[in-house]
């Protein structure tokens, strides 16, 4: 999978501490925090849009890049 880039939207998991499970939503990546580098961006986080809110996502949250 690739790194996600600014201005992409991705597929997330979110909300693994509700009952039902983790869902997919859909974000926007606003910035990243380039802690690591390539292969181990998954330990990076990633500042998020999703509906006008603000969201920090965890690099290992991200499923798939929305075509």
């Given at each position: 999978m690739k790194?996600?880039?600014?201005n992409e939207y991705w597929h997330v998991k979110y909300?693994?501490?509700?009952p039902s499970g983790p869902i997919n939503i859909i974000v926007l990546v606003t910035?990243?925090?380039k802690e690591f580098n390539?292969?181990?961006w998954r330990c990076?986080?990633?500042k998020c849009?999703?509906?006008g809110n603000e969201l920090?996502?965890?690099g290992n949250?991200?499923?798939?890049k929305l075509l």
């Open positions: 790194t996600p880039k600014i909300g693994e501490a509700l910035e990243d925090k390539p292969p181990n990076n986080d990633f849009e999703h509906r920090i996502v965890p949250c991200f499923v798939e």
